[in-house]
Nanobody, 129 residues
Framework: QVQLVESGGGSVQAGGSLRLSCAASAYGYGYSAHCMAWFRQALGKEREGVATIYTNDASTAYDDSVKGRFTISQDIANDTVYLQMNDLKPEDTAMYYC????????????????????WGQGTQVTVSS
């Protein structure tokens, strides 16, 4: 039914940029993914939310660690969600995952992992000094 396919990861130097893409078949198959999000998990760390977008109004929310540097956006026509990452830092190194859920998400509610029904396979981002 629903599949999330991520791409765009890679290795860059500190200060560089990457754009991650998440092709979400949920839109094509009628799934009401009210919230799309990007999570990341570094080695030895727990998976943490990075950015969310509420698909109804495209409102966004960000973890403090990436505010001002990352931008989440959606292209409904192409069933795709993006994460533009600028001014990358070594501490951004992690496996990045795309997730889709029916929950509300925004400044008033930062969703938990359990709020999401579908996850992508992950794409690795490595930032060197």
């Amino acid at each position: 039914q629903v599949q999330l396919v991520e791409s765009g990861g890679g290795s860059v130097q500190a200060g560089g940029s990457l754009r991650l893409s998440c092709a979400a078949s949920a839109y094509g198959y009628g799934y009401s993914a009210h919230c799309m999000a990007w999570f990341r998990q570094a080695l030895g760390k727990e998976r943490e939310g990075v950015a969310t977008i509420y698909t109804n109004d495209a409102s966004t929310a960000y973890d403090d660690s990436v505010k001002g540097r990352f931008t989440i956006s959606q292209d409904i026509a192409n069933d795709t969600v993006y994460l533009q990452m600028n001014d990358l830092k070594p501490e951004d190194t992690a496996m990045y995952y795309c997730a889709a859920g029916r929950t509300y998400c925004g400044e008033s509610y930062w969703p938990h992992r359990a709020d999401f029904d579908f996850w992508g396979q992950g794409t690795q981002v490595t930032v060197s000094s």
